[in-house]
């Protein structure tokens, strides 16, 4: 079975500060990743993504993600927050060759970012 | 356009109501998902449709847990009756084709549900 372990549960940051969010999953085939951030009040969105080819991966925002396949790990960074980072993120896993749409999800990190 | 709606947004019922949730997906997509979120712990998986079809309903608590599709467009999760431990928020997500593996998700706002 997948699983997905978000290290930091809730991590708080001044603008301009540099972030990066642990996340490490426990599969042993191919995997999809993904981070997801829910912004106060809003549903879900992608982030960015990992299917193949380059493990650093750029999403919207100036969010990047590096898959290190030996360490099975996803973590997310971003240079420089801003206080409209403030969200909760999820990292996500789902199987190549199963079903697609069937991810398994980490807890969750809360950021808050003060002005 | 329209995104995953999804309604009721917050629903209070007291133990051993009944309450149904809708999703509306995107247009055109044919995957559906469910997912629950309890307690502010991970988002996990309850079921999936394609279209009509029930493709995999593996992360379904037990069967107080009912999931519909009818005619493969909008879905409904009816829990009957409910216990306090079913209360959290239900996500409904959609995606356009299995089979390409990209597997992203599309998701609605959630429904909170409180049992009291």
């Known amino acids: 079975a997948q699983s997905v372990s978000q290290h930091n549960h809730h991590v708080i940051l001044s603008e301009a500060a540099s972030l990066e969010l642990g996340c490490n999953y426990s599969?042993?085939?191919?995997?999809?990743l993904f981070w997801y951030v829910q912004y106060p009040g809003q549903h879900l969105q992608l982030l960015l993504k990992?299917?193949?080819?380059?493990?650093l991966v750029k999403g919207i925002k100036g969010f990047e993600a590096e898959f290190i396949k030996s360490k099975f790990s996803f973590n997310l960074r971003k240079p420089s927050v801003q206080w409209s980072d403030t969200a909760e993120y999820f990292c996500?896993?789902?199987?190549?060759?199963?079903?697609?749409?069937?991810?398994?999800f980490g807890d969750g990190t809360t950021l808050t970012v003060k002005p | 356009e329209a995104g995953v709606t999804q309604f009721p947004s917050h629903s209070v019922i007291e133990k051993g109501q009944t309450v149904t949730l809708r999703c509306d997906p995107i247009?055109?997509?044919?995957?559906l998902y469910w997912y629950r979120r309890v307690m502010g712990k991970e988002i996990k998986f309850l079921l999936h449709?394609?279209?009509?079809?029930?493709?995999?309903e593996s992360g379904m608590p037990n069967n107080r847990f009912l999931a519909e599709r009818t005619g493969g467009t909008y879905s409904t999760l009816k829990v009957q009756p409910a216990e306090l431990e079913d209360s959290g928020v239900y996500f409904c997500?959609?995606?356009?084709?299995?089979?390409?593996?990209?597997?992203?998700?599309?998701f609605g706002e959630g429904s909170r549900l409180t049992v009291l």
């Open positions: 997500a959609s995606s356009q084709d299995t089979y390409t593996n990209t597997g992203e998700l599309f």
């Open positions: 599969y042993g085939g191919t995997v999809n």
């Open positions: 990992y299917f193949s080819g380059d493990p």
């Open positions: 996500a896993v789902n199987a190549y060759n199963t079903n697609a749409g069937k991810s398994t």
């Open positions: 247009s055109g997509h044919d995957n």
């Open positions: 449709f394609v279209k009509e079809s029930k493709q995999d």
